[in-house]
């Protein structure tokens, strides 16, 4: 596919404030040679938002690996640290944080995420979809809920599944980065608390994102959905319609006789 095509065409579709992102998981394999490491090329550590934040609004390409990585519960469900159970324990920092009333409460909400295993890659790469050459294992759209909507009809257009959420307020680069790939389907994620703070994601952004191979049928639905209605984005107002003014209005306009 030509991917810089498909991302000039939903950057310009769908009017994206950023860029469209495309991630690859990578086990002993070389990161694209122009790929920057964070504890390299920015001497620190830091989180995979921030890596996302920096791939839609900078134009970089970055190559995340553990020793790049300075968040724990993305160490624990990408796989990058060698952890026994992962599900326990990030209930257990969940727990610990108060997001989970005990351990066993935050054990069984990882039940609902959806994890890589441990040491199944060893970087993950993060970059605008128009300077990837390879298929995309995911690729993540940020917009606002109505972009999301012009999204979701584009995927029901072509499968004719609607689009699943899986929302907790934490981890959900978890649901965006990993969930896609994972079910082999379309995700909505409403960025939770880390995204916000961390990589500055907006309080009207969410994100949509889907397997790197469906990208052409995205396309297709963009192009098709809702076209004998004129549907878009930006929404059309509705204008067929007389409007009716105050009767100060109406007054003044029969004294002045142009009622």
């Known amino acids: 596919m030509d991917y810089q095509s498909i991302a000039d065409f939903l950057s310009n579709n769908l009017r994206l404030r950023t860029l469209p992102v495309a991630v690859r998981f990578l086990k002993g394999a070389e ?3 122009k790929a920057r490491r964070p504890s390299k090329v920015m001497g620190k550590k830091i989180t995979l938002c921030q890596a996302v934040t920096l791939a839609r609004s900078y134009g970089w390409t970055m190559a995340i690996a553990r020793e790049d990585l300075q968040c724990v519960p993305a160490l624990i469900a990408f796989g990058l640290a060698p952890v026994a159970d992962q599900r326990k324990a990030l209930g257990r920092l969940l727990a610990k944080m108060s997001y989970a009333k005990d351990d066993l409460a935050g054990a069984c ?4 995420l959806q994890l890589l295993p441990s040491g199944a890659y060893d970087t993950v790469v993060i970059g605008p979809l128009a300077k990837t050459v390879t298929c995309p294992d995911c690729v993540a759209l940020y917009g606002n809920p109505a972009q999301m909507a012009r999204l979701s009809q584009a995927w029901t257009y072509s499968c004719g599944s609607r ?7 934490k981890v959900e680069c978890t649901e965006y ?3 896609p790939g994972k079910t082999q389907g379309a995700r909505i994620t409403i960025p939770g608390i880390g995204d916000r703070i961390f990589s500055m994601t907006q309080d009207d952004e969410m994100v949509f994102s889907l397997p790197g191979d469906k990208l052409e049928m995205l396309i297709k639905g963009l192009e ?3 076209r004998r209605v004129g549907a878009r984005y930006p929404i059309t107002f509705y204008q067929n319609f007389q409007p009716d003014f105050p009767s100060s209005h109406r007054e003044l306009a029969k004294e002045e006789g142009i009622d």
């Open 109 to 112: 909400e990882t039940n609902s």
């Open 177 to 179: 980065l990993i969930a």
């Open 224 to 226: 098709e959905a809702g």
């Open 31 to 33: 990161a694209p040679e």
């Open 163 to 169: 689009v699943p959420s899986n929302v907790g307020g």
